[in-house]
């Protein structure tokens, strides 16, 4: 059974940092990518940034510049890097994992931001 953990959230003050991880458990065949998604109250599932199997990332144009998504292929793991925090970016973070033929799901962790 396949098994995403996220940990790192918490309560930050606006322009501060906070490192997200995700710990996947269980067989996972060709990982198509990993990625981090976001949700705020209200608002619909949105994607944050992701990186594909080879290291390629894309991001949300609202945190160019600002998070950075890694990998561990060996430990299947990711990360989020989030510098410079804003207001607008509190929300659950989920951690998501694409094998090709599904996508994998985190349980969420909350981040907020104040001002």
């Known amino acids: 059974q396949v098994r995403l953990v996220e940990s790192g959230g918490g309560l930050v003050q606006s322009g501060g940092s906070l490192r997200l991880s995700c710990v996947t458990s269980g067989t996972i065949f060709s990982i198509n990518f990993m990625g981090w998604y976001r949700q705020a109250p209200g608002k619909q599932r949105e994607l944050v940034a992701s990186i594909t199997s080879g290291g390629r990332t894309n991001y949300a144009d609202s945190v160019k510049g600002r998070f950075t998504i890694s990998r561990d292929n060996a430990k299947i793991t990711a990360y989020l890097q989030m510098n410079s925090l804003k207001p607008e970016d509190t929300a659950v973070y989920y951690c998501?994992?694409?094998?090709?033929?599904?996508?994998?799901w985190g349980q969420g962790i909350q981040v907020t931001v104040s001002s």
């Open positions: 998501a994992v694409n094998d090709v033929t599904r996508m994998y």
